[in-house]
């Protein structure tokens, strides 16, 4: 069975949105992946079907009852993992997105107004995911966020090459940087190693630069990754480089992968020939 999304939302018109487009879209349309969307007004109260009220405690804004949001998660609740998208989550990494990704999908929960009742946060044992330490206006976005970095691994989603590339290697090294034609644009030119032939020389070119911006921008990815822990990877690593930017140096000193084939890489411009 392909992997499913439950959504839980007071605003379903959202939905598929961005993933109705491009790959997730074409994926959704083959039953790569299907997706369900609830209205959580359906399960509101009395004639306005309302949804929350007004804090315990005092303060402004309102909150979303728990008897409400416990309905509306009663209604599609499976054995999938139930996630309330949450500034006060767990940062979503990539490794918990391919944790999802492997599994049967995932039952989404958007929060609006200043948030959910944590008592059903708690008696539902949901694991509360942040996508980063800003504040929107509602957790809609943020699972759109979430289910285009699963979608795009499911299999058959990305192209073949790609995709299995990914699965196999992944590194907390942020992405070396990408060039394509013209060779000379604006007076800028590509650097010269990229045109070069020389597939050893542009592996090692790109496994500093990733190293170099990785230090510079991302101090905290860069110290584990020179210390060897790679409890997850990062962002930008994907990873057609095969370069030996998963080599394991504890000493920070990198020792060039390069004799390691790996997997088949996507082609370079500057191998097509023309
Ligand atoms: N008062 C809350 C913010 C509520 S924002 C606070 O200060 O923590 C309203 C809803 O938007 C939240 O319930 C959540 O579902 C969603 N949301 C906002 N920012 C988010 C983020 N960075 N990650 C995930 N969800 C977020």
Redesign the pocket.
Known sequence: MSWRADILTIFPSMFPGPLGESLAGKALAEGKWSLNVTDIRAFGLGRHRSVDDTPFGGGA?MV?RPDVVDAAISAVADERPLL??????TP?MQARVRELAEGPGAVL????????DQRVIEARGAEE??????????????ALVLLDAVIRLLPGVMGHAESGVEESFSAPLLEYPHYTRPALWDGRAVPEVLTSGNHAAIAAWRMAQAREITQTRRPDLYKDYSLGVHTHDSLGVHTHDSLGVHTHDSLGVHTHDTLHPGPPRPKSPFRKGH
């Open positions: 804004g979303m309330f998208l949450s500034p006060r989550g979503l929960l958007c929060g609006r107004f200043e948030g959910v995911v942040s996508i980063g330490d800003y504040i929107l206006s509602g957790g809609e976005l943020p």
